[in-house]
């Protein structure tokens, strides 16, 4: 099954707004899920590869219905994308989640195995009765000449400090929530001299509109210098050629140390093909599905759990 996650519920008429919470996906839909949960009438063994907020929340409910649960982690630690969204500066509120879930693990005695790389045959050797892919999603990588050079990283390893970046950076973004303007804030914040190009005309879209001004109060503080409908057009290790997505008019940005890439990231469901048609009961959740909101993540988990 491809669980979509995101719906307002059936009881919701198109275009009509409703609540919902990160941490509780059962926020808006009181009409629709009970209190407490259904006990499985079959009581499974499930093996949830991804302990992301997709994954654990799904591990969670399962477990709560009295499955047996096995996360498979391939991190030193739990958590997935959260983690480098923590990074970002004045976002550390993510981790709440990710000790949420740390405590309601320990507390149901759900088995999670940290360090540990999941294929397909890992996975059926444990013989599963239902598998959950949570495997989240990978970075779009850039196409442009010269994105193959060392001094052109991914935004998630600058956040997680595991990339080398210099002192006069280029952000080069296509993606319309945090991701972009928190990587390129977190560098200005570090004294870096950031120019950021956003293919879009306006930046940030999909940011929260209450959280919206927020944001750009502390990227604009920073320094970082924006121009909109601008995307790369090849890098040669020093200078960057810039183009206007709609003229096509061109500009060099000279003496350029690192290039950081924020395209946005596609679902990683290699292990759910490898997987699909030697299980019986099979989901892809969460970015592995398609890459959205935590909160989608968290729904997906809780509706999954709910349906195994």
């Known amino acids: 099954y491809l669980v979509t996650g995101g719906s307002a519920g059936a009881n919701v008429p198109a275009g009509i707004q409703w609540s919902r919470c990160t941490v509780n996906p059962r926020a808006g839909r009181e009409a629709e899920w009970p209190q407490e949960y259904v006990p499985a009438q079959v009581k499974k063994r499930v093996v949830v590869v991804g302990g992301g907020p997709a994954g654990l929340e799904c591990a969670r409910v399962a477990r709560e219905r009295g499955h047996e649960v096995i996360v498979l ?104 929530h945090f991701e972009a303007v928190s990587v390129a804030e977190f560098l200005a914040a570090r004294g870096k001299d950031v120019e950021f190009l956003h293919e879009w005309l306006n930046m940030g879209t999909n940011i929260e509109h209450y959280t919206k001004a927020t944001v750009f109060h502390r990227f604009y503080s920073a320094g970082v210098k924006p121009t909109v409908c601008a995307d790369i057009k090849s890098f040669d290790g020093k200078t960057v050629i810039a183009y206007n997505v709609l003229t096509g008019e061109e500009r060099r940005i000279e003496g350029v140390d690192t290039v950081v890439v924020a395209y946005g990231s596609r679902g990683d469901n290699s292990l759910y093909r490898a997987l699909k048609d030697k299980v019986s009961e099979i989901y892809l959740i969460g970015a592995a599905y398609r890459p959205r909101l935590c909160a989608d993540a968290t729904r997906d988990g809780a509706e999954t759990g709910r349906a195994i």
Request: hydrophobic residues 45%.
């Open 73 to 176: 982690e391939r991190n030193a630690e739990v958590g997935g994308q959260l983690n480098i969204a923590a990074k970002a500066p004045a976002r550390e509120g993510f981790l709440d989640l990710v000790r949420y879930h740390t405590f309601q693990a320990r507390k149901l005695g759900i088995d999670i195995r940290l360090g540990v790389t999941a294929t397909a045959e890992s996975v059926l050797a444990l013989k599963p009765d239902a598998v959950v892919l949570a495997t989240g999603s990978t970075q779009i990588p850039a196409q442009f000449p010269g994105a193959d050079r060392p001094n052109v990283v991914g935004a998630w390893d600058v956040l997680q400090e595991k990339a080398q970046v210099g002192q006069k950076v280029v952000v080069a973004s296509k993606e319309t």
